[in-house]
């Protein structure tokens, strides 16, 4: 991929859109593109991965395993110009998770040994990787205190409302994806939903949702119906 073609999905990422103009070029020099067929991991938990990622086209995932070899998809769907990371080669360590191409995607990769001397250069960019990823610690946080607290039809809604808020209205999710998000059965998403549809608050297909009516759907997240 031309430098100038990296340089505008530089551009195109909150975190570095800060940067200035020759700054982004010097960052679009020293980075790689990487296309992903849907499904195909970008890095997978446990493994050695030495490097960094940011998102120019697509959708990605990321999930873990957990200790019942269950996979579980703990921080939404990312969508373009999101930091992919692994934030483990900050910590000399494996990735505590993976990163799965949920439709055909293009993805920007930096060395580590490129990347880390560049940040340090550019504290500001520093900063905006901490504030991201404070924010999805954060959004962990609210998930497990959900799936601790509330009924599982308002933890849907407020995944279904996260998604859409950061992927559009119109999701590329299956019923098995979002039970693992939620922490549910199948069987109690497909119901969930279906009654969703019938309330026209969503149109349900197979492998994809829109969402039509989604101030319905903010009052029934918060349990005011």
Known sequence: MPVLEKNQIIKNSPVFSILQEAEQLELARIAFSRRLKSGEFLYQEEEECEYFYILGEGKIKTSLISSLGKELTLISYLSEGAILGPTSIFRDRPPSGSMQAVVPSQVLGFKKSDFIPFILSHPVIM???LKILAARVSELNRRLRDVAGERVEQRLFRVMLTLSHRLGPSLTITRHELADMVGATTETIIRILSS?????????????????????LRVLSDGLS
């Open 127 to 129: 900063l905006e990787i």
């Open 196 to 216: 969703l549809q019938k309330e026209k608050i969503i149109v349900s297909e197979r492998g994809r949702i829109n969402i039509i009516d989604e101030e319905r």
